[in-house]
């Protein structure tokens, strides 16, 4: 089957490796980088995964194509918040166990990037009901998921998660806010029977604090406890090698299980 670009499409606009934008096609506009500017126009009616002129600056061509969730994630959204990256928020959505029909909880929406991913696993079916305190990070997220089309799977509560989680019986609670030892007991009541909570904090301190929290509620399996380093490699032929810098630490993932708490066995 052929894939062209046509007029509304979502896609990226790539000058180089440093220069890639998602936009959405419209006729008579322009996307510009400081190396030059791709006429929307150039760009509908081309193949997917093609390339077109750069106008002015250092001429050439762009790199045009439909972006897959990372390249919206990582090029498209805005940020007002600190945000969780794929390398662990896939690990995290796995972990947790969200795929088509689940129904999960996230607490600290943030900037929406967790939320997007979530909400694109669960599928037409499932739902993802999300709190965040902070209006404007709330507006952030609401525009971020707009723009991939996923918002209608997705209950925005501007509300602070302690003070009650709405929903009941749900398959994950995903946390991620700075004192999150101090939701385990609504995580506890929201989730299903042998659901999984998962929290990701930057800090040993925290991780500390959530660890022993955790142990002492009585009605979460152990937890395991991990980090993703992600090195990239340079893909040079004649020096294939790893890349010499890279990003040490994001943060450390939580992941345990509600159970039935010993005294109630
Ligand atoms: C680091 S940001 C989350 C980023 C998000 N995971 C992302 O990837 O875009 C943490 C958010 O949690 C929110 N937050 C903190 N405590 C909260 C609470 N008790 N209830 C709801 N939101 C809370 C903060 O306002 C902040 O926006």
């Known amino acids: 089957m052929t894939c062209t670009l046509k007029e ?3 896609v990226v606009i790539e000058f180089d490796e440093r220069r890639r934008f998602v936009t959405r096609l419209r ?19 081309s193949p997917c995964g093609s390339y077109v002129p750069v106008r002015g600056g250092r001429g050439g061509y762009a790199l045009v194509y439909k972006p897959s969730i990372i390249d919206v994630l990582e090029h498209g959204f805005r940020r007002a918040t600190q945000v969780i990256y794929p390398k662990d928020s ?7 166990g969200v ?16 939320t997007a991913l979530l909400a694109w696993l669960v599928g037409e079916n499932g739902h993802v009901y999300t709190y965040e305190v902070r209006r404007e990070a709330l507006e952030t997220a609401k525009r971020n998921l707009a723009m991939l089309g996923l918002e209608k799977r997705v209950t925005f509560h501007h509300r602070d998660a302690r003070l009650g989680i709405l929903e009941e019986n749900v398959d994950a609670v995903i946390v991620d806010m700075p004192d999150p030892w101090d939701i385990l007991d609504e995580a506890y009541r929201a989730l299903k029977p042998g659901g999984v ?9 925290q991780l500390y ?8 509620h009585g009605g979460f399996t152990r937890p395991r406890v991990m980090e993703v380093l992600l090195r990239e490699w ?10 010499s810098t890279m990003i040490a630490h994001t943060g450390f993932i939580t992941v345990s299980r509600k159970v039935t708490k010993k005294e109630q066995v």
């Open 234 to 243: 340079l893909p040079e032929p004649e020096a294939l090698r790893p890349a």
């Open 90 to 96: 896939a690990l995290i959505a796995v972990l947790a």
């Open 209 to 216: 604090m959530l660890m022993e929290r955790l142990l002492e």
């Open 8 to 10: 509304g499409d979502l």
């Open 27 to 45: 006729k008579g506009a322009r996307t510009g980088s400081d190396v030059g500017v791709v006429l929307h126009d150039d760009v509908i009616g």
């Open 197 to 205: 909570f998962a929290a990701y904090t930057p800090s040993a301190h």
């Open 99 to 114: 795929g088509p029909g689940a129904r999960i909880v996230e607490v600290g929406t943030g900037s929406g990037f967790v």
